[in-house]
């Protein structure tokens, strides 16, 4: 998918990427919902670091919570998607009744999963990606090499380069 994976992101900009208040991303970090996978606080005027994956998170659990799905079902799905790897994590759609969240990985999930007859939502998790990535784009992280300062979006590499001229 991207390079996202040597970049660490602050709080501030975690809340922005996934659209979340800062309250809500403290409070989720203190009770162990979504955890800075980059670094976490040590001690005061230390800085959180979320990596892609946890922003990627993070905008999921706010998508459930805005639909009426509780924080308790919502913790037991993150621990779920936690035991996931990356590779295939864009290949799921989360599919909710507003109580119980389902994953589904094939279209037949989806459809028997729709005539149980209850109203039911989804979550394209590769949409969500999606999204995250052109948020992170043009916002800062830290480069965790060298602790310098990178925009995602502004990368050196050759593939990066193409496109900005493709783009011009």
Known sequence: MSNNAEIGYRGATACIA??????????????GLVEPGVRG?????????????DILVLKIVKRLLDTGV?????????????????SDLESI????????????TSADEIVDLLQGGQGVFGIAIGKVWTEVEGSLATLQGESLT????????????ELA???KLKGA
């Open 146 to 157: 060298d602790g310098s300062l990178v925009v995602s979006g502004e990368s050196n590499d």
């Open 161 to 163: 380069q193409r496109r």
């Open 41 to 53: 606080a040590a001690g005061s005027g230390s800085q959180r670091l979320y990596g892609f994956r």
């Open 93 to 104: 759609t989360l599919m909710s009744d507003g109580a119980s969240i389902y994953e589904c």
């Open 18 to 31: 996934a659209g979340i208040s800062y309250r809500q991303l403290d409070y989720w970090a203190r009770t």
């Open 70 to 86: 509780s924080l308790q079902n919502i913790r037991t799905a993150v621990e779920h998607l936690r035991a996931r790897g990356v």
